[in-house]
């Protein structure tokens, strides 16, 4: 493992020295009282959410009940229920509230396609950039894309 914070690899080499059986923290002295201790304890300093638990989850979402570790995760959580579907996928008429869940959907259902797209980051279309081309016609449902193109 090569590390470019001296921290971390002090965290990794704590670790590896509590899987070894040695019950004191090389990171802050505690002793623990057997190995699954230590190492459950080192974990914590390393931030592992594999060592949090249900109670770490501070941040709450204000429209349903699911907790999360960080305001990022419970930010981004929110466009489930903001509903803004701004990122539209190129290739098909589907659309996604955050931009991973668009690059996931077209690398699952398009793969074929994604050498013809060019670089990844050009797969995080908004819908804003789209509005002006006519949807890829999947013929779910005949005549649904011309009626909104006669509006």
Do not use: W
Not at 14 to 26: E, N, R, T, V
């Amino acid at each position: 493992m090569t590390y470019t914070c001296k921290g971390s690899l002090r965290k990794h080499l704590a670790l590896h020295s509590a899987q070894s059986g040695d019950l004191k923290c090389q990171l802050c002295q505690h002793v623990a009282l057997d190995q699954d201790a230590i190492i459950q304890h080192v974990r914590g300093h390393t931030g592992s959410r594999l060592s949090k638990s249900a109670a770490d989850k501070k941040y709450r979402c204000s429209d349903c009940d699911r907790s999360f570790f960080t305001r990022k995760d419970a930010e981004r959580h929110s466009v489930v229920h903001n509903r803004s579907r701004d990122f539209l996928c190129q290739f098909c008429p589907r659309t996604y509230g955050r931009s991973d869940h668009l690059s996931r959907h077209i690398e699952k259902s398009h793969g074929s396609h994604e050498s013809e797209a060019g670089p990844s980051s050009s797969l995080e279309l908004t819908a804003v950039n789209q509005l002006d081309k006519p949807p890829v016609s999947t013929n779910v449902l005949p005549g649904f894309t011309q009626a909104f193109r006669d509006v």
